[in-house]
């Protein structure tokens, strides 16, 4: 078993048909994204596997037993439906996800995340809640995550 991580810039908000297939390892056939394919490059659908189980990074905190300050903070960063950040990307017509780390769940275990920024922190850095500015320089919010190879019995 090979540790993997996919992570980056995908252009695909949680719940997007990319996200799905990334975390589910497949994509329903009845998904709204797949309505508008006119070269049929989605079809079969059946063929939109992987054999990857990938988690989010940032989502494990929705399982964290700990129910610290910090951890209920980071938790109240992140979508309630999809757990992952609530945003990631905020431009002027624009502000939501569309960075992630993935990991291999039967090789890695998160051990620590950047923590995310909120709205407030936006606000009090950012003119106008948005970015980039002098403290965020890309329009895109860092994340990080570190983690450790689990230990097979």
């Known amino acids: 078993d090979i540790p993997m991580l996919v992570a980056g810039d995908f252009n695909s908000t949680p719940g997007s048909a990319a996200h799905q297939l990334l975390v ?3 994509v329903d056939a009845n998904h709204p994204d797949l309505e508008n394919d006119p070269l049929g490059i989605n079809k079969p659908v ?7 189980c990938l988690a989010s990074a940032y989502g494990s905190y929705a ?9 209920a903070k980071q938790k109240a960063r992140l979508d309630s439906d999809f757990f992952e950040p609530k945003f990631s990307n905020v431009a002027r017509d624009f502000k ?13 275990v998160p051990v620590g ?27 895109h919010i860092a994340l990080m995550a570190e983690f450790q190879y689990r230990r097979h019995q």
Do not use: M, W
């Open 113 to 139: 995340l950047l923590e995310l920024p909120d709205d407030e922190d936006l606000e009090e850095h950012a003119p106008g809640g948005r970015l980039p500015c002098a403290d965020f320089s890309s329009d």
């Open 46 to 52: 059946a063929k939109l596997t992987h054999q990857l």
């Open 63 to 71: 399982d964290a037993a700990d129910s610290g300050p910090e951890v």
């Open 96 to 108: 939501g996800t569309l960075d992630y780390i993935l990991y291999t769940t039967d090789t890695l």
């Open 24 to 26: 589910n390892q497949y």
